[in-house]
Structures are given as structure tokens and as C-alpha cells.
């Protein structure tokens, strides 16, 4: 239920109308009638109760953005599961991408032979996701685009309306500020840093 909202309506009485004008009771109607099978639609996907309720509310939070621009309950529906399932995926994708840098890390040591496989826990890649979600918001936002959307420079630029040599420099500036993070945490070691940032050139 939409919080504050009291009255309820039916779907049978919602209207279009209303909700474009921004009827909360209308709108409260949407969210419950399709709260839970979006739920449940995102859970099957990212198999996480946090991560599904989070997409689930941020898609919602979208629709109520956008309600001037819908032309019927069939297309709030269409943009409620269209928007959820995006958002899955990026989640899955993320997912993939850490995986793949865990695995890519192990087999440089493996490699190597200078740093024992103890060294990469929970612990290590926590920090590192944590530095990365504490980046400026702009750099952030462009770290991601590249290294875990897979986004070229050019791509990245016409997406946020910058230069290319903008990219670069939000691109430079997180870099920076991840190899100083990390390295000024005492329980990663030097070599260990040098590792994980090898993959962000």
C-alpha cells in the first residue's frame, strides 16, 4: 500500500485519466494490484528478497515519474514489467562482472605465485564494491557504465550529454581515487591492490 493512502479503489475503477493528472488513489490501485507478481517476477530472476523488493519500489517509483505520459492500464503494465526486468538484468549483469573479476584475480595468482589465494576473501572484494559505491556520483555513474555495462567512452558520452575527453577524465579520476583507497587500507595488501586495479585500464 502507498503510504498515507487510505481509499482504495478497484481496478475495474481505475482511471486513466486520474492517474495522469497524478491520482494517488489510482495510482495506490496499480501498485497494489501489481506489487506482488512484479515481486515475484524479479525474485525468479535475481533469487534475492532485498535486491527483488528494491527493484519491485524503484519501479514504482519510476511509473509515478512518468505517470503524465501513459495511455492506458495496458501500457503502465507493459512499462511496470519491461522497466523491472532491465533492472534485473543490469543486477545480473553486475553480478557476472564481479564474478568475473574474482576469477580473473584468482588466476593471476595462480600465475604468479607471489600471493597466497587466503589473501582474496569476502573481506577484500567487499572494500573494493565499497570504494566503488563511494565514488563522486559522477564518477561512479561513469566507472559503472564502463567496466560493468561494458560501454565504450563514446557511448558513455552520449548517454550523459559530455565529451569523450570528459569520459576519460571521470574515467581517470575514479581510478585514482579507488588506487588510493585501497592502498591506504592496511588489511589489502600492496600487491593484492595492484591486482584488482589491473583490470581498470
Not at 527483488?52 to 501513459?70: C, G, P, S, V, Y
Request: aromatic share 12%.
Amino acid at each position: 500500500m502507498v503510504e498515507g493512502m487510505s481509499v482504495k479503489i478497484s481496478v475495474n475503477d481505475f482511471s486513466i485519466d486520474r492517474f495522469r493528472k497524478g491520482s494517488l488513489v489510482d495510482f495506490q490501485c496499480v501498485y497494489e494490484t501489481y506489487y506482488d507478481s512484479l515481486y515475484t517476477f524479479a525474485y525468479n530472476l535475481v533469487r534475492n528478497e532485498a535486491e527483488a523488493q528494491d527493484m519491485t519500489t524503484e519501479t514504482f517509483i519510476k511509473l509515478w515519474r512518468l505517470h503524465a505520459n501513459f495511455e492506458s492500464i495496458n501500457n503502465i503494465k507493459a512499462f511496470l514489467y519491461v522497466t523491472n526486468r532491465n533492472a534485473c538484468l543490469d543486477a545480473l549483469r553486475f553480478l557476472q562482472k564481479q564474478r568475473s573479476v574474482h576469477k580473473e584475480v584468482l588466476y593471476l595468482i595462480g600465475q604468479e605465485g607471489e600471493i597466497k589465494n587466503e589473501m582474496i576473501d569476502a573481506e577484500v572484494f567487499s572494500e573494493l564494491n565499497q570504494k566503488i559505491e563511494s565514488l563522486p556520483e559522477k564518477c561512479r555513474k561513469i566507472f559503472k557504465l564502463i567496466y560493468f555495462n561494458n560501454l565504450s567512452t563514446a557511448e558513455v558520452a552520449e548517454e550523459m550529454g559530455i565529451s569523450n575527453q570528459n569520459v576519460l577524465n571521470q574515467k581517470a579520476r575514479a581510478i585514482q581515487i579507488l588506487r588510493s583507497g585501497l592502498l591506504s587500507k592496511a588489511l589489502l595488501p600492496t600487491e593484492l591492490c595492484l591486482l584488482l586495479l589491473f583490470f581498470f585500464y
